[in-house]
């Protein structure tokens, strides 16, 4: 893949859009996760040992890890800058009063618009601390009034980074682009909570895509059953298989519970800004299994299967998103059942 840069009249950038100060990554030893790494790059190489470790890295990272990292995407670091202190401004530098009209409508099932900080309360009472600002295809569309005017002048920026990171999934309007930000917290907050900013969970859709930053926030559980930490790696895209790929797949992909930490003493006291993108299938296509793949039919196991014997019928992507989202802050993830003994999707909730 070529790199992607930003044209001349890409960088004008108006006095209140600070730039993105990257942060030293932390000092701190800790237990990593021994993840894959793709490199994009290698793909047209015709060599067979080449091609055999890809498809070994590849199965091992779709199969049991559920992550893995992918470098070699043809972004540069110059666009990641940008495109991260955009997020910044999204975040952080546009007023709570301005992000109101355009809070997304949770209750509907939509991420759409801002996720606004605070509006969730963990243990203790305290709110949580994350905020974030999500763009799906439609939201380039007659842009004007489903967006805060500040956002407005940097669209075809967002836009073209989105296009590069998720090539054609627009047009079946299955991605959804946002910008994140972690904010710190008091002492007192941080023993309410555990230090856990996001509790253990899987992503509702097929593929999420992470750029990598220095931060260190994010952990799996790995497949012997110990949270492990994500490490930066420069340049790099963390991406992980999510819901609607292990369904499809009879659990041959896994989507494997992740969650969100207070980083390390080094890095705790700086907001964690991200960018991540959601990759969906198509909409309207049921969740049953792909059954015209062996590999698939070999597993037999359908995820909605309680539901079809009860006379229903397994959920769309959409509907799958709806109904996970219209609980978000009302979810009460198991954080200790183990991955060898928990149904076989890894993920359970009830409702408060």
Known sequence: MSPIALTETDHRVPAKLAPWVEPPVTAENLPWADLESIDLRLLDRQDPAVRAQLVASAKKALTVDGFLFVTGTGVTDETLRRNLAIAQYAISGIPSGDKA?????????????????GICKKEGGVPDNLEHYNLESSSFESPEGQHPPQLLPYLPEIRAFAEHTYYHTGALGAACQRFMGYFPRTKEDEAATEGIWSKGHTDYNSISLLYSQPITALQILTNDDEWRWVKHVQGAVVVNTA????????????????????????????????????????????LNPIWDSPLVAKLGKNAFQDRIDAGGQAPTQDEWLRERIKRTGNELYDQTRSRRTARWWRTSWVTK
């Not at 009209?101 to 900080?117: I, Q, V």
């Not at 790929?245 to 390390?264: D, E, I, N, S, Y």
């Open 101 to 117: 009209p355009f809070a997304a409508k949770l209750e509907d099932g939509s991420y759409k618009g801002y996720k606004l900080r």
């Open 243 to 286: 819901d609607a790929l292990q369904f499809l797949t009879c659990g041959l992909f896994k989507a494997t519970r992740h969650r969100v930490m207070r980083p390390p003493n080094d890095q705790a006291d700086i907001i964690r800004y991200i960018l991540m993108y959601f990759a969906r299938v198509h909409r309207d296509l049921p």
